[in-house]
């Protein structure tokens, strides 16, 4: 047990390594650091092939590889990390239904969703997200109280909506909206809680794109200003909130674009300098 113990200890030091120069850029470094950790647990599951701790760090580190793949657009072998991560998560959630297992390979499935809307295979990976959203329906039905629970419910209704904004845009409309309606329940609950505030923010942008698509740009309009407020206070909340920045930089180059197709170029260009200056 000791021995198993202080191998996952190092598995996990390697991988927190590996973050730290993911953060830093240091592409390479990276996944040499997070390989180490993939091998020593490759060994201990050798060695002890039933202990429920091995497979679980196992699959992370699958995960860590396969998120670093896809970062790089190496798809084929993001789709292979994910795969491992999700054939481990499926036999755990077998042998114990806990939340947080169930949580873990919703995240698994989604994840393979991801890849496959990358590979432009959009039927493929709604067949995922349905089957990560089932797993978070039941979860968030069971824990009412539990706001990731919901959150996690949110999210995946955004997911399926994209599998269908080229294809069907009034099912996509049909998603986006009940991602809509749960993250401005959940914000209204919560008002200074800044991650739902910015999932808030994503389901205004989600409606906003997709009445962009079908042509109605007053719609889009209103979406994209009340995607760019809600990013606007959490920029104001904290300077330091890189991912806000980016969020609010995307929206304005999109509010930039719109005024651009409707011939309303001072706007676009004050639009355009905003997003640069972030």
């Not at 239904?97 to 919703?106: C, W």
């Not at 959009?122 to 959150?151: C, D, H, I, M, T």
């Not at 996690?152 to 049909?174: F, I, M």
């Not at 079908?214 to 200003?225: N, P, T």
């Amino acid at each position: 047990a000791n021995e198993i113990q202080t191998t996952l200890d190092f598995s996990a030091a390697y991988d927190k390594l590996g973050d730290v120069k993911l953060s830093q850029g240091h592409l390479q470094a990276a996944e040499r650091k997070y390989r180490q950790s993939l091998d020593l647990c490759l060994d201990l599951q050798k060695k002890h092939p039933k202990n429920l701790q091995v497979q679980r760090d196992l699959a992370i580190s699958y995960d860590k590889l396969g998120e670093l793949d896809l970062q790089q657009a190496r798809l084929t072998a993001a789709k292979t990390g994910f795969q491992a991560a999700l054939d481990i998560r499926r036999a755990l959630f077998q042998s114990t239904t806990d939340s947080k297992k169930q949580r873990e390979l919703a995240a698994s499935y989604s994840k393979l969703g991801e890849v496959s809307l990358s590979l432009e295979k959009p039927v493929e990976a709604r067949a995922y997200f349905e089957q990560a959203q089932r797993l978070l329906e039941s979860r968030a039905q069971r824990e009412k109280g539990n706001v990731q629970a919901q959150r996690d419910l949110s999210v995946g209704y955004n997911k399926l909506g994209d599998t269908y904004l080229e294809s069907d845009p009034p099912k996509a409309r049909q998603w986006y909206m009940k991602a809509f309606a749960l993250s401005e329940k959940l914000s209204s609950q919560s008002r200074d809680n800044a991650e739902l505030k910015r999932d808030l923010s994503i389901a205004h942008e989600k409606l906003g794109d997709l009445d962009h698509i079908v042509g109605d740009i007053a719609s889009a309009r209103q979406h994209y200003l009340a995607s760019r407020k809600l990013s606007e206070e959490l920029v104001a909340q904290s300077e330091s909130n890189m991912l806000a920045k980016r969020d609010l930089s995307v929206c304005l180059e999109k509010l930039g674009h719109l005024s651009l197709e409707v011939q309303e170029l001072e706007e676009a260009r004050a639009s355009f300098e905003k997003a640069l200056k972030l």
